[in-house]
């Protein structure tokens, strides 16, 4: 069974930092493209970072740029979020979505693309 896990929100003073972690069971996470997405209260889903299979393409949304950095640690089967410098509007509940197709990390990053599977969500809070 594929699965995915998220962990390491939490509830984070502005300017703050959190690493979110996206562990892979059931399938090798090398293989597969991932995306970090987050919705908050009443907003829409939104793409924060994507990155493809082969790791050579990279997406930031507009407003997490300079500010978040997306990798993987293929020895964990792993895939993290780093993020810093927290922002009050970056609180949401993040998601990571893994999948085995060929494209730009900005396709995958794109509002309608299907995902193989889904994580359950990590909950941020940046609040004083």
């Known amino acids: 069974q594929l699965q995915l896990v998220e962990s390491g929100g939490g509830l984070v003073q502005p300017g703050g930092s959190l690493r979110l972690s996206c562990a892979a069971s059931?399938?090798?996470?090398?293989?597969?493209?991932i995306g970090w997405f987050r919705q908050a209260p009443g907003k829409e889903r939104e793409g924060v970072s994507c990155?493809?299979?082969?790791?050579?393409?990279?997406m930031y949304a507009d407003s997490v740029k300079g500010r978040f950095t997306i990798s993987r640690d293929n020895a964990k089967n792993t895939v993290y979020l780093q993020m810093t410098s927290l922002k009050p509007e970056d609180t949401a509940v993040y998601y990571c979505?893994?999948?085995?197709?060929?494209?730009?990390?900005?396709?995958?990053?794109?509002?309608?693309?299907?995902?193989?599977?889904w994580g359950q969500g990590t909950q941020v809070t940046v609040s004083s």
């Open positions: 979505a893994a999948d085995w197709r060929i494209t730009t990390a900005q396709t995958m990053c794109s509002t309608g693309y299907e995902y193989t599977v």
């Open positions: 059931g399938f090798t996470l090398e293989y597969y493209g």
């Open positions: 990155i493809n299979r082969r790791g050579g393409s990279t």
